[in-house]
């Protein structure tokens, strides 16, 4: 028979081994602040200086040494084939430009990333547009042209370090649901060159929030379809501006809606940021996360459940002004 001492030592091993196969398991690691990148408004003149200024900037871009997405926004496509500057409406009168030159902007860049590139950066350089519906042009036909003009860039950047690939700023305020959806099936039906959808998911709910109603008429569903529904080379990089954390909160309730009901949380790529452009010109009411706080918050708040957490956040961005 065992002694008391015996019977003690055995209840404590009993008791410490039952206590070990009870405790949770170790937290996945969270994904680290990867640094940033800049992304670029262009305002482009339709003159020679607007090749001079894109190699000036892939050369600033590449001389950071940081790898990562960087976004050149365009601005709106308008008929008959043609771009107007980020920022403005159909109404005003600054220069516009063919938009088969984003083709030629594309490629100094990439000869100026390429010239300067003395760190061995890889870049992945996603041309841009946005969902206006001012333009006067047809949402399929636009989403299918854009697609043309990012295979030709990417036939023509030629830089082993530099991959194109497209992008688009889709806010629920700026078309109906149905132009954008038209649009970007349209692109993704064109070409299997990954779209960054850089995207707003105005007056979308937040978690605990009984709604599935966003701005203008959109719905978390399409918002959903225009970050990762559309096509699995769709990849989110939502605009995470405000400082109060409720946009990340808004996007991961959008994948978490992907998750229940599409078996498809967001395809995360990474957060957008506007720090510079607002330090640039001003005017930023709690919008100007810098681009550690933006992409903190989207894995905070993306990791707060089981459903839509991440092991990989590669990119942040922080929007400028020429």
């Not at 065992?2 to 081994?17: E, F, G, S």
Request: aromatic share 6%.
């Amino acid at each position: 028979m065992p002694t008391p001492t015996a019977r003690i030592a055995c209840t404590l091993t009993a008791t410490a081994t039952a206590l070990t196969l009870a405790a949770p398991p170790a937290a996945a690691a969270q994904p680290a602040y990867p640094g940033h990148t800049t992304s670029r408004y262009i305002t482009a003149q339709n003159t020679p200086a607007d090749t001079t200024r894109a190699r000036e900037a892939g050369c600033a871009d590449a001389t950071t040494g940081n790898h990562g997405l960087r976004i050149l926004f365009l601005g709106t496509q308008e008929h008959p084939d043609q771009l107007r500057h980020p920022g403005t409406t159909a109404q005003t009168t600054t220069p516009r430009i063919p938009a088969d030159a984003t083709v030629d902007i594309a490629a100094a860049y990439a000869a100026g990333f390429h010239s300067c590139n003395t760190h061995g950066a890889t870049a992945h350089l996603a041309l841009g547009v946005n969902n206006k519906d001012d333009g006067g042009t047809d949402p399929a036909t636009a989403g299918a042209a854009w697609a043309d003009i990012i295979d030709t860039a990417a036939r023509r950047a030629g830089d082993p370090d530099i991959t194109v690939t497209g992008a688009i700023d889709a806010e629920p305020s700026w078309s109906s649901p149905a132009w954008a959806r038209a649009w970007i099936d349209a692109y993704t039906d064109t070409t299997d060159r990954r779209l960054y959808a850089a995207n707003s998911a105005g007056g979308c709910p937040t978690p605990g929030q009984n709604s599935t109603t966003c701005n203008n008429g959109w719905t978390v569903a399409d918002v959903h379809h225009l970050a990762t529904g559309a096509a699995p080379t769709v990849y989110a990089m939502p605009q995470i501006y405000r400082t109060d954390g409720i946009q990340a909160r808004q996007w991961a309730n959008i994948s978490a809606w992907g998750a229940h009901h599409r078996n498809q949380p967001l395809r995360a790529a990474g957060a957008l940021s506007q720090h510079t452009a607002c330090t640039q010109r001003g005017g930023c009411q709690r919008t100007d996360n810098t681009p550690r706080q933006a992409w903190t918050q989207l894995r905070d708040a993306l990791n707060a459940r089981d459903a839509t957490r991440v092991t990989r956040l590669p990119y942040a961005s922080d929007m400028r002004w020429p």
